[in-house]
């Protein structure tokens, strides 16, 4: 019989993990993206069998497509060795959610695909980015794991019910309702829930210019939203929009009649909801789809998806 993989892939592309400031008792005035990510993994005692790979150096909130296709393409090269046994990405905690969701939904693995962040820089007194990457390493390498991850704080999540709750705090990420998938505990993994699966879009269906994949936007309903919000977005080319609701995904009068327009001249629609957590529930006779548990961010990736 052979022997299972034990070769990690971590892949760096930046984030507060990679982040460096001036003093030690700087945890907000630093810079994201600046350690490679070679050095994070030497930093991390006991990590072996481990390769690092660097696919882009920045702060997440200036993820872009392009990005995300090198990333997804690199991700699927990895994970597709005999030798792996599975990848981990280290990523700015901002839009961490958002790049897992893409990541589900394109590649939707059979082996761990593990994103993982820190709240505290490199510098930092409190660095949390190698007991996450530790962590991380950890769950990559569970016999059986499979799917997108997030591992942050000893908390295993789910790319789907993933959310950063928190801009500070070093516990920021939750699962919401559902909770987290396992704890990541002195090395060992509790679980209490089943991996994620799911039907992957494929690499191959990523336009290679990022600059032909579907524009999509999302609209906020809020107190005073305005029809010319959504209606000049249209003229700006977006092809679908995401509406981050109130409550159970409910929208301001204004917007539904420019959401009609907009619907007549083929822009879709999909319905989320600007709580923190929950889902929408649909009704019979709703007008527009709902996005059911996925944050707006997430609905509008998966929109995007949807209409490649
Ligand atoms: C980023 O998202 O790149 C910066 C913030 C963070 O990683 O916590």
Sequence with gaps: MQNPPT????????????????????????????????????????LQAIEAEQVAQLDSKDMTHAAWRELAARCAHHLGRRDVAGVVVTHGTDTLEETAWFLHRVLAP?????????????????????QNLFDAVTVARTPGARGVLGVLGGQVHGARELRKTHPYRIDAFDSGDAGPIAWVEEGRLRRI???????PIGVERLPADAGAWPV??????????????????????????????????????ELEQALL???????????????RAGRVVAADGDRWAAADDLT?????????????
């Design 193 to 199: 829930r089943d991996w994620p699966a799911g039907d």
């Design 7 to 46: 070769t990690v892939v971590v892949l760096g592309t930046g984030g507060t993990i990679a982040g460096t400031a001036g003093h030690a008792l700087d945890n907000v005035g630093y810079t994201a993206g600046q350690v490679a990510v070679a050095q994070l993994v030497a930093a991390v005692p006991s």
């Design 110 to 130: 059979a082996k761990p695909l593990v994103l993982t962040g820190a709240m505290r820089p490199a510098t930092a007194l409190q660095s949390d980015g190698p």
């Design 296 to 308: 707006p961010e997430k609905a509008r990736v998966e929109l995007m998806l949807t209409l490649l």
């Design 216 to 253: 999509v936007e999302i609209v906020t309903s809020h107190a005073g939203a305005r029809a010319a919000t959504v209606l000049a977005l249209c003229d700006a080319g977006a092809r679908g929009l995401v509406i981050a609701g109130t409550g159970n995904g409910t929208l301001h009068a």
């Design 261 to 275: 327009q907009a619907q007549a001249r083929g822009v879709r629609v999909l319905r989320s909801t600007r709580t």
